[in-house]
């Protein structure tokens, strides 16, 4: 229950949460374990970079630099594939084209396109300490824009999702779980923040942006497991005849699969080796197609734990936001000021959180 709450005065806390550098950094200078007496030459020059960005901590922007510049790189990289039937057509995963050349396939891969590669490019600006606390307005668009974009990208998901990297049950549970869990992510970091729960809102925006992550991370792992079974040699999967045709043309069929052309089926499944350094592309398909499940489970495991572990390597972070949040949510007429969101003193069994004696004073 909200007691005094109206729109106009949970919009100010918005805006000052936002507008309040204190708010938005990584903690006040007094409690950094970075600012020693005499900093070498390389820790004051590392400062002259990253201070002017709004980070205040020396651990956080290398890994902002990983993260987010991984993000933004592959991005960027693969903006050309929003040329679907050119560009996307030639660098798509050997057999992927045969499903997504039309039909409702084509939309959805169309539809995901269109909406991931923005969102992947935007919401990197989200989490640049200078853009949250100058230039507010922007990041107030900017995050509605990526969370639309992100969902209706996780949408499209589900439409290509029977034949993404031929569509195993492995690589259809592993892409709809991260899609289903980052929409989850994007909508606990939304009411969060409309409830004004910073170091909620904090928490479910860096859980959902190193999710989505995964991606990039699956793509290693797959290229590393491709080349390892493609050594072993023992490893094979399925195409149709239609797709291998496809990918190759009718007039191997004779040669390498005589079986295509005994029955005339062309869904009949053929077995094909798994060689990523063959000569075939159909066998260096089956050699992306199944590492590409695993590789997503796996990256998916590290970056759920990866985040998790900073979460709870920087509960002094998670404290100030929480005092930022009571400040806010006391101003804006909240009941339960400091756990007015999804907090797991009110939720949980989690002992009930109570304000600094100073904050109290205040």
């Given at each position: 229950?909200?007691?005094?709450?109206?729109?106009?005065?949970?919009?100010?806390?918005?805006?000052?949460?936002?507008?309040?550098?204190?708010?938005?950094?990584?903690?006040?200078?007094?409690?950094?374990?970075?600012?020693?007496?005499?900093?070498?030459?390389?820790?004051?020059?590392?400062?002259?970079?990253?201070?002017?960005?709004?980070?205040?901590?020396?651990?956080?922007?290398?890994?902002?630099?990983?993260?987010?510049?991984?993000?933004?790189?592959?991005?960027?990289?693969?903006?050309?594939?929003?040329?679907?039937?050119?560009?996307?057509?030639?660098?798509?995963?050997?057999?992927?084209?045969?499903?997504?050349?039309?039909?409702?396939?084509?939309?959805?891969?169309?539809?995901?396109?269109?909406?991931?590669?923005?969102?992947?490019?935007?919401?990197?600006?989200?989490?640049?300490?200078?853009?949250?606390?100058?230039?507010?307005?922007?990041?107030?668009?900017?995050?509605?824009?990526?969370?639309?974009?992100t969902?209706?990208?996780n949408?499209?998901?589900f439409?290509?999702?029977?034949?993404?990297?031929?569509?195993?049950?492995?690589?259809?549970?592993a892409?709809?779980?991260?899609?289903?869990?980052?929409?989850?992510?994007?909508?606990?970091?939304?009411?969060?923040?409309?409830?004004?729960?910073?170091?909620?809102?904090?928490?479910?925006?860096l859980?959902?942006?190193?999710?989505?992550?995964?991606?990039?991370?699956?793509?290693?792992?797959?290229?590393?497991?491709?080349?390892?079974?493609?050594?072993?040699?023992?490893?094979?999967?399925?195409?149709?005849?239609?797709?291998?045709?496809?990918?190759?043309?009718?007039?191997?069929?004779?040669?390498?699969?005589?079986?295509c052309?005994?029955?005339?089926?062309?869904?009949?499944?053929?077995?094909?080796?798994?060689?990523?350094?063959?000569?075939?592309?159909?066998?260096?398909?089956?050699?992306?197609?199944?590492?590409?499940?695993?590789?997503?489970?796996?990256a998916?495991?590290?970056?759920?734990?990866?985040?998790?572990?900073?979460?709870?390597?920087?509960?002094?972070?998670g404290?100030?936001?929480?005092?930022?949040?009571?400040?806010?949510?006391?101003?804006?007429?909240?009941?339960?000021?400091?756990?007015?969101?999804?907090?797991?003193?009110?939720?949980?069994?989690?002992?009930?959180?109570?304000?600094?004696?100073?904050?109290?004073?205040?």
């Open positions: 229950m909200v007691y005094g709450w109206n729109k106009s005065s949970a919009r100010k806390g918005q805006d000052d949460v936002a507008n309040d550098p204190q708010s938005q950094n990584d903690g006040p200078k007094s409690n950094q374990h970075d600012e020693d007496p005499a900093p070498s030459g390389f820790v004051s020059a590392m400062r002259k970079v990253y201070r002017p960005l709004g980070f205040h901590k020396g651990y956080n922007f290398p890994l902002f630099i990983i993260m987010a510049g991984a993000m933004f790189g592959f991005t960027l990289a693969r903006l050309q594939y929003l040329d679907v039937g050119g560009i996307y057509k030639e660098g798509s995963l050997p057999g992927e084209w045969y499903w997504f050349k039309g039909g409702h396939f084509r939309i959805g891969i169309t539809m995901h396109l269109a909406c991931v590669l923005p969102a992947g490019f935007l919401m990197v600006w989200q989490f640049i300490p200078v853009i949250r606390f100058k230039a507010i307005l922007f990041h107030r668009i900017n995050g509605y824009i990526v969370i639309i974009l969902l209706l990208s949408a499209s998901v439409i290509i999702l029977r034949r993404s990297v031929h569509g195993d049950l492995p690589t259809q549970s892409l709809g779980l991260l899609a289903i869990m980052t929409t989850i992510g994007i909508g606990m970091a939304y009411y969060n923040i409309k409830r004004l729960q910073v170091d909620q809102h904090r928490a479910w925006m859980r959902t942006f190193i999710w989505i992550g995964t991606i990039i991370t699956l793509r290693i792992i797959m290229i590393i497991s491709a080349l390892i079974t493609s050594m072993i040699g023992s490893y094979y999967h399925s195409w149709t005849c239609d797709e291998i045709a496809f990918a190759r043309g009718s007039n191997n069929l004779r040669e390498n699969y005589p079986e052309l005994q029955n005339g089926r062309p869904e009949k499944h053929v077995v094909v080796h798994a060689d990523f350094n063959g000569d075939n592309v159909e066998e260096v398909g089956a050699a992306l197609q199944i590492s590409f499940g695993m590789a997503a489970w796996l998916f495991f590290l970056h759920l734990i990866g985040v998790e572990i900073y979460l709870r390597m920087t509960p002094a972070e404290e100030r936001l929480r005092c930022v949040s009571y400040r806010k949510q006391l101003e804006a007429g909240f009941s339960h000021p400091g756990s007015a969101g999804l907090t797991s003193d009110r939720w949980g069994d989690a002992p009930k959180w109570v304000p600094p004696p100073d904050e109290e004073k205040n």
